[in-house]
C-alpha cells in the first residue's frame, strides 16, 4: 500500500489526479490510498494531516507564485516526506529549492505521474533514507 494525500487549488486538478495515481501504483502492484484537500481553506487540515509522516507522498497541484508558497509551507511542514509537485513551467526550477522528489505539469499526464512515481521509488516501502543510504532520524509522530 501506498498513502498518497492530495493538496489541490481546485477539484479538477484532484479528479484528473486520483485516477493516474491509482493506476500507476496498480502497475507497480500497490494499493493506493488517497485523501485529497482542496483549496485554500483546506490548507491548515492538510498540513496537520501530513506532518512528521515521512512514509507517505505529499503530492501538491499548486499554481503561479501562490503555488510556490503552498508548496514552500508543505514541505517545510514534512521535510522527509516525498513530494510531488504538479504546477506550470514556471515553477520547475523554484522546486529544486524546496527539494521535491520530482515536479511535473498541470493538467497531469499518464506518464509524468509514471516518471514522478518511479522518482519516489515505490518498489519499497523504506522509509526515507540519506544519500549514503542511511535511515534518517525520524521525529515521532506523536507528541
Given at each position: 500500500m501506498v498513502r498518497f494525500v492530495i493538496y489541490a487549488d481546485s477539484e479538477e486538478d484532484t479528479k484528473s489526479l486520483i485516477p493516474l495515481l491509482r493506476e500507476e501504483a496498480r502497475k507497480r502492484g500497490k494499493w493506493a490510498l488517497i485523501q485529497p484537500y482542496v483549496g485554500q481553506e483546506a490548507l491548515p487540515r492538510y498540513l496537520s494531516f501530513v506532518k512528521?509522516?515521512?512514509?507517505?507522498?505529499?503530492v501538491v497541484a499548486t499554481r503561479g507564485s501562490n503555488g510556490r508558497t503552498i508548496a514552500t509551507k508543505i514541505r517545510e511542514n514534512n521535510p522527509l516526506a516525498r513530494m510531488l509537485w504538479f504546477s506550470d513551467p514556471d515553477n520547475c526550477v523554484y522546486s529544486y529549492r524546496i527539494h521535491v522528489t520530482c515536479f511535473g505539469l498541470l493538467p497531469p499526464t499518464e506518464e509524468g505521474v509514471a516518471l514522478a512515481l518511479d522518482a519516489c521509488e515505490l518498489s519499497s516501502e523504506k522509509p526515507p533514507t540519506d544519500s549514503q543510504g542511511k535511515k534518517r532520524n525520524v521525529p515521532?509522530?506523536?507528541e
Open positions: 512528521r509522516n515521512p512514509y507517505l507522498v505529499m515521532s509522530t506523536h
